[in-house]
């Protein structure tokens, strides 16, 4: 996040003389409950080093009216999410970047409509970051080379404790509420997974061809086992009381209950039951503020200012309501209605899919 940032204001800066440029903090709520933050590249001196966002993020927080109302107040003419709002001296064309996932590229795109209907000279940008990989139609969102990099240390350390004990689960739970791409991608890179549960796959403990009797031939046959589990896989097997189905976050998500604590003592308790006898212990590991909270590695910091830049030359170029993003390795300009309709899941039908299964030898829980 602080590498586009930074970027964004340096190419503003440097590329095109301006000299107003103001951030806004705590996400989509920044607009109009905080006051905008002044921002300059020597202050941003070292931000590309720095994980996390130094403008602060939060969930919620998208009133429409409100936010469109301060881009007009403020008289703004760049914003970007996360939030950054960078201001450009001109009474002809305003412009506002908006960093984020696919939920802020559909508010981004009702953002852009809004702003169309009133008429202003605004130009509305979305720039695409999850980690989680989410956003469509593009090849990759910013920050998944890190996400991926930061998970295989953990399903490294998962494979060493399984591998250091008698009859041992090393198990990690990483993001990705819709999606495993994160799962998928340090799946593949580790070679130390013997299986991994995403959402795009069903899949179910006990009975032939499940999990339960899956890892009991290879705790058989090797003394251990690494499982990765995305945090929106199995939600649908987790018991949960009437409120907690009920239960929404600030974006309006549903709330999910954890599925490695809970596989976790799921694990434990088919052990108990089935080996009563026998040495069995699970390592669960949950790296998931570390991944979140890394600076970006070399090719991300790459990718981030590619992006930056590619959105500055863009609007500048008198563009709007547009994702700047790679298709097919090849850096394009997409209608914002476009990706905010658009889903990036991990396809388990095609031949990437057979990679992991070749990797890890896993059954595909395909009940008969």
Same mark, same amino acid.
């Given at each position: 996040?602080?590498?586009?940032?930074?970027?964004?204001?340096?190419?503003?800066?440097?590329?095109?003389?301006?000299?107003?440029?103001?951030?806004?903090?705590?996400?989509?709520?920044?607009?109009? +409950?905080?006051?905008? #933050?002044?921002?300059?590249?020597?202050?941003?001196?070292?931000?590309?080093?720095?994980?996390?966002?130094?403008?602060?993020?939060?969930?919620?927080?998208?009133?429409?009216?409100?936010? #469109?109302?301060?881009?007009?107040?403020?008289?703004?003419? %760049?914003? +970007?999410?996360?939030?950054?709002?960078?201001?450009? !001296?001109?009474? /002809?064309?305003?412009?506002?970047?908006?960093?984020?996932?696919?939920?802020?590229?559909?508010?981004?795109?009702?953002?852009?409509?809004?702003? %169309?209907?009133?008429?202003? =000279?605004?130009?509305?940008?979305? *720039?695409?970051?999850?980690?989680?990989?989410?956003?469509?139609? /593009?090849?990759?969102?910013?920050?998944?080379?890190?996400?991926?990099?930061?998970?295989?240390?953990?399903?490294?350390?998962?494979?060493?404790?399984?591998?250091?004990?008698?009859?041992?689960?090393?198990? #990690?739970?990483?993001?990705?509420?819709?999606?495993? %791409? *994160?799962?998928?991608?340090?799946?593949?890179?580790?070679?130390?997974?013997?299986?991994?549960? /995403?959402?795009?796959?069903?899949?179910?403990?006990?009975?032939?061809?499940?999990?339960?009797?899956?890892?009991?031939?290879?705790?058989?046959?090797?003394?251990?086992?690494?499982? #990765?589990?995305?945090?929106?896989?199995? %939600?649908?097997?987790?018991?949960?009381?009437?409120?907690?189905?009920?239960?929404?976050?600030?974006?309006?998500?549903?709330?999910?209950?954890?599925?490695?604590?809970?596989?976790?003592?799921?694990? &434990?308790?088919?052990?108990?039951?089935?080996?009563?006898?026998?040495?069995?212990?699970?390592?669960? /590991?949950?790296?998931? =503020?570390?991944?979140?909270?890394?600076?970006?590695?070399?090719?991300?910091?790459?990718?981030?200012?590619?992006?930056?830049?590619?959105?500055?030359?863009?609007?500048?170029?008198?563009?709007?309501?547009?994702? !700047?993003?790679?298709?097919?390795?090849?850096?394009?300009?997409?209608?914002?209605?476009?990706?905010?309709?658009? &889903?990036?899941?991990?396809?388990?039908?095609?031949?990437?899919?057979?990679?992991?299964?070749?990797?890890?030898?896993?059954?595909?829980?395909?009940?008969?």
């Amino acid at each position: 996040m602080n590498t586009v940032i930074k970027e964004l204001v340096v190419g503003l800066w440097e590329l095109y003389g301006v000299r107003q440029i103001y951030g806004i903090q705590a996400g989509y709520r920044g607009f109009y +409950s905080r006051e905008p #933050v002044q921002l300059s590249p020597k202050m941003m001196h070292g931000w590309h080093k720095r994980g996390g966002t130094v403008l602060e993020t939060s969930r919620g927080g998208f009133d429409l009216n409100k936010i #469109v109302d301060a881009i007009q107040h403020h008289g703004f003419n %760049q914003e +970007s999410w996360y939030p950054l709002v960078l201001e450009l !001296c001109s009474e /002809i064309l305003g412009q506002v970047y908006i960093i984020g996932g696919d939920g802020t590229m559909r508010g981004a795109l009702e953002i852009f409509n809004e702003i %169309q209907q009133r008429k202003l =000279h605004v130009g509305v940008v979305g *720039i695409p970051k999850t980690v989680d990989n989410d956003v469509g139609i /593009i090849d990759r969102s910013f920050g998944l080379q890190t996400a991926v990099e930061m998970a295989q240390q953990a399903i490294s350390a998962a494979h060493v404790e399984a591998e250091s004990a008698v009859n041992a689960i090393g198990l #990690v739970k990483l993001m990705g509420r819709s999606t495993g %791409q *994160i799962a998928f991608h340090a799946t593949l890179s580790s070679r130390d997974v013997d299986c991994c549960l /995403i959402p795009e796959t069903e899949f179910y403990l006990e009975g032939k061809g499940g999990l339960f009797e899956f890892l009991e031939d290879r705790l058989k046959e090797n003394g251990h086992a690494v499982v #990765v589990v995305t945090e929106g896989a199995g %939600q649908d097997m987790i018991p949960r009381t009437d409120a907690q189905k009920e239960e929404r976050d600030e974006s309006g998500n549903s709330v999910f209950l954890d599925v490695g604590s809970w596989m976790k003592s799921e694990l &434990k308790k088919w052990w108990d039951r089935d080996h009563p006898d026998e040495l069995f212990t699970v390592k669960y /590991i949950d790296p998931t =503020h570390m991944i979140r909270a890394v600076p970006a590695n070399a090719t991300d910091n790459l990718y981030c200012t590619l992006l930056a830049h590619s959105s500055v030359h863009g609007v500048m170029a008198g563009y709007t309501g547009f994702v !700047c993003g790679p298709i097919n390795g090849n850096y394009a300009y997409i209608p914002l209605e476009e990706v905010a309709q658009a &889903k990036h899941e991990v396809n388990t039908r095609d031949h990437k899919w057979t990679w992991v299964r070749s990797v890890t030898n896993q059954p595909d829980f395909g009940k008969s």
